[in-house]
């Protein structure tokens, strides 16, 4: 369901409104008028994250440098809870 603008034709007041798609007209929220008509409102922009190749190379550069890191990490902790578990069974179940 898309948000559409409106104005109320009887006291001009302009609101949006969550409506099914190609409704042209809902309830003003001011004076509870039906009386309003759809208003056509410019589209949103291209969403840029990045803007240019050079700063396209250096995301991808840190997105490398942090997933390294966190693989990393991943793995010694791994390792260390291995380490624990083997020193836990030699010495005698941990009792």
């Known amino acids: 369901m898309p948000i559409y603008e409106f104005e109320c034709e009887d006291c001009g007041a302009e609101f ?3 409506v099914a798609a190609g409704t042209e007209a809902a309830p003003c929220p001011e004076c509870g ?3 309003s ?3 056509f409102s410019a589209p949103a922009g291209p969403y840029k994250l990045v803007k240019t190749p050079g700063a396209a190379r250096q995301q991808e550069a840190r997105n490398a ?9 991943f793995k010694e902790t791994r390792r260390k809870q291995r380490e624990a578990r083997a020193a836990r069974k030699k010495g005698g179940g941990g009792g």
């Open 37 to 39: 008509r759809r208003r």
């Open 33 to 35: 008028s039906g009386r």
């Open 16 to 18: 949006e409104d969550l």
């Open 65 to 73: 440098k942090l997933k390294a890191a966190t693989k990393a990490r």
